[in-house]
């Protein structure tokens, strides 16, 4: 996905922080217009999660919109997710920023051939309730 018109409409909890403010937009199980993002001001960055649909959505630019969007409930089936939290920065009334590491097993040359896990994805999934978050 490289256009913001293709994100989904959802009650993201998460940030959005556009080029012309000092600090990010709180999102608290709010909808975001997207369509309404123009070439200036632009998103720097946003980390949105969509707890009904158990989505996670990381958007960047730099120079132009990179948007990764991982779907919890679509896993590789022998993957593991390990909770990790994060104190914030910038991000009023939040106490906790939380992730879940997405490990995958794959074969290692260096290990004779066994299985070893890699850690592929750092996934945004909400704020202060780490644990409650499947």
């Known amino acids: 996905m490289n256009n913001l018109k293709q994100i989904p409409q959802g009650n993201y909890e998460g940030f959005i922080w556009m080029s012309n403010q000092k600090k990010p937009t709180i999102l608290k199980g709010?909808?975001?217009?997207?369509?309404?993002?123009?070439t200036n001001p632009f998103i720097i960055e946003a980390l949105l999660f969509d707890k009904e649909n158990n989505k996670s959505i990381h958007i960047?630019?730099?120079?132009?919109?990179?948007?990764?969007t991982?779907?919890?409930?679509?896993?590789?089936?022998?993957?593991?997710?390990?909770?990790?939290?994060?104190?914030p920065h910038r991000l009023e009334n939040v106490k906790k920023?939380?992730?879940?590491?997405?490990w995958i097993?794959?074969?290692?040359?260096?290990?004779?051939g066994w299985p070893v896990l890699t850690m592929k994805a750092l996934i945004f999934v909400g704020f202060d309730n780490c644990h409650q978050i499947k």
Not at 60 to 68: A, D, L, S
Not at 97 to 102: D, I, M, Q
Request: aromatic content about 12%; proline content about 6%.
């Open 97 to 102: 920023v939380c992730f879940k590491e997405l």
């Open 70 to 87: 991982i779907d919890l409930n679509n896993l590789p089936q022998d993957s593991e997710l390990v909770e990790t939290e994060y104190l």
């Open 30 to 38: 709010e909808t975001f217009d997207f369509s309404r993002i123009t």
């Open 105 to 112: 097993p794959e074969d290692d040359p260096l290990c004779e």
């Open 60 to 68: 960047r630019h730099t120079g132009k919109y990179y948007i990764h």
